[in-house]
């Protein structure tokens, strides 16, 4: 299938239910005549995102944002959607910790950082004589503590798949019927979340917490989701999907020795498996018990 004909599907009423067609019209008629560039971490929210701007739009720029707080291997992923939708991807080089209000590492932390990203993309907008900025929440995003979104609106960014009240599952549907080859890519936030607030950030640390989560998914071929959760004194906490956990609980006791160990090599003082199991934003619960 050619990218061509996957955009066109996007004004086919009959590829979609007729509610995530009307709001796939919403975002054709927020997007129709303007210059955009949107901010593209190579997530199936901002792929799905980057081929509506790219069918809708008058003119259409990814940026990508290379950083210390992505998953190893994040921009040749991105790069990936870009090359199947024809886009050329801009790569901005940026170093988060340089900022004191960033490494520190309070609650606010996302704000900061994203103040900081999407003002340099608004600089290349604005250099380009582009009309806007466009980026990927989308309306499941609304329901935990997001302090970005603080920064994406005092920068006046668009939110379209956030305003046509489209969330992650319809997310997916679209990118499926586009066929973007990252529509069933899981969720993976940048690597800063996996702190908890208040601990200090380093680019050693945060090295570490990607090898964590290397080690734990070459342990469990198949395992949807791994979040490798940093407390303070290098404590890690390992959360897995539920089917991955009951997997691993029924494994040998050596394979779970042997991966805490292995672990424990990278710096950590303390390993331990999290009963509960993955739970989007955990750390966040912690600011509510405050």
Not at 152 to 159: I, Y
Not at 192 to 215: F, H, N, P, Q, S
Not at 237 to 243: F, K, L, N, V
């Amino acid at each position: 299938m050619t990218t061509i004909a996957n955009l066109a599907a996007l004004s086919d009423h009959s590829a979609f239910p007729p509610a995530l067609f009307a709001k796939i019209q919403a975002i054709k008629a927020a997007l129709a005549g303007k210059k955009v560039v949107v901010a593209f971490s190579g997530g199936v929210d901002s792929g799905t995102l980057l081929a509506l701007a790219l069918a809708f739009a008058k003119e259409t720029r990814a940026v990508h944002f290379d950083s210390v707080f992505n998953m190893p291997g994040e921009v040749e992923s991105a790069s990936v959607v870009a090359r199947f939708l024809k886009v050329d991807m801009q790569v901005i080089k940026m170093d988060p910790l340089a900022c004191d209000d960033v490494k520190s590492n309070p609650p606010e932390r996302c704000y900061f950082c994203k103040k900081e990203n999407f003002s340099r993309v608004l600089e290349l907008a604005k250099k380009l004589k582009f009309d806007a900025v466009a980026e990927g929440s989308n309306a499941d995003d609304t329901g935990d503590y997001r302090p970005g979104m603080k920064a994406v609106k005092e920068l006046g960014l668009l939110s379209p798949l956030l305003a046509a009240g489209i969330g992650k599952e319809e997310v997916r549907a679209i990118a499926r019927v586009i066929g973007l080859p990252n529509a069933e890519k899981p969720s993976s936030p940048c690597l800063a979340t996996r702190v908890a607030y208040g601990v200090e950030l380093t680019g050693e640390i945060i090295a570490a917490i990607g090898l964590a989560e290397a080690e734990i998914k070459a342990s469990l071929p198949g395992v949807a989701t791994v979040r490798a959760r940093l407390h303070e004194d290098m404590v890690l906490r390992i959360e897995i999907d539920p089917p991955s956990l009951e997997r691993l609980l029924s494994s040998d006791a050596r394979v779970l020795l042997d991966l805490a160990a292995r672990i424990k090599k990278l710096g950590f003082k303390k390993v331990s498996l999290d009963l509960e199991g993955y739970k989007p934003g955990s750390l966040n619960e912690l600011l509510q018990k405050k």
